[in-house]
């Protein structure tokens, strides 16, 4: 398997209040990728990075920024969160042809 | 931008054959790749295809037609455990940042 973990797995938030979300890999891929899922959306993609300190925008970024300083982290942050930031956050990882995902993080803004 | 349409459910029976159909739009395209998720867990890679053609691995193949922006997914020899959402997903060049945008995905249900 793939190494690529995120934390937290689960996470109750209120709303306003900034949270941020962690992917490491351990594969030393180029590509990361920050994804929400939510019912009849399928994968939306908030943001990704083609390298370190090299990031861009996806289809649904407005609310999250992210950071990635090093090879092995991405970082997304909801910065102040908002009940329709409640979602399934998947984060992958790729080099060419095949993008390895993590096993999601579950977050509820309350 | 890019965008990828899907039908939203699928059903078939044990034992036959089901064609999971994917037409996209994109300013850059380097590959449409296949993708297989269960309820509750996270998407796995099944296939990738950057040339027009078949690619066959298993009792799945994939097809793609670059003029016709189009591609399916082809599972064979259904199971019950092949009941699961599949995504067809296109990936920009590596020039335009490597972006993997996702369709919405088909909802596979495998009947007795």
């Known amino acids: 398997d793939a190494g690529i973990t995120q934390s937290p797995r689960h996470k109750v938030t209120e709303t306003g209040t900034p949270v941020t979300l962690r992917c490491h890999q351990t594969?030393?891929?180029?590509?990361m990728y920050w994804y929400r899922q939510d019912p009849g959306h399928g994968l939306r993609l908030i943001h990704y990075?083609?390298?370190?300190?090299?990031?861009d925008k996806g289809e649904v970024s407005d609310g999250y920024s992210v950071s990635r300083s090093k090879t092995e982290d991405f970082l997304l942050t909801l910065e102040s969160a908002t009940s329709s930031q409640t979602s399934v956050y998947f984060c992958?990882?790729?080099?060419?042809?095949?993008?390895?995902f993590g096993q999601g993080t579950r977050l509820t803004v309350v | 931008g890019q965008s990828l349409e899907q039908p939203s459910e699928v059903t078939a029976v044990e034992g036959a054959i089901v064609q999971m159909n994917c037409t996209y739009q994109t300013s850059g395209f380097y590959g449409l790749s296949w993708y297989q998720q269960h309820d509750g867990g996270a998407p796995t890679f099944l296939s990738y295809?950057?040339?027009?053609g078949l690619e066959e691995t298993g009792r799945f193949s994939s097809f793609l037609s670059r003029s016709d922006s189009y591609g399916y997914l082809l599972l064979q020899e259904l199971q019950m455990k092949d009941s699961a959402s599949y995504f067809c997903a296109v990936r920009t060049p590596h020039n335009q940042g490597g972006k993997l945008i996702f369709g919405q995905g088909t909802e596979l249900s495998v009947k007795p």
């Open positions: 992958a990882i790729s080099d060419n042809t095949e993008a390895f």
């Open positions: 295809n950057a040339l027009d």
């Open positions: 990075s083609y390298g370190v300190k090299d990031t």
């Open positions: 594969e030393n891929h180029r590509y």
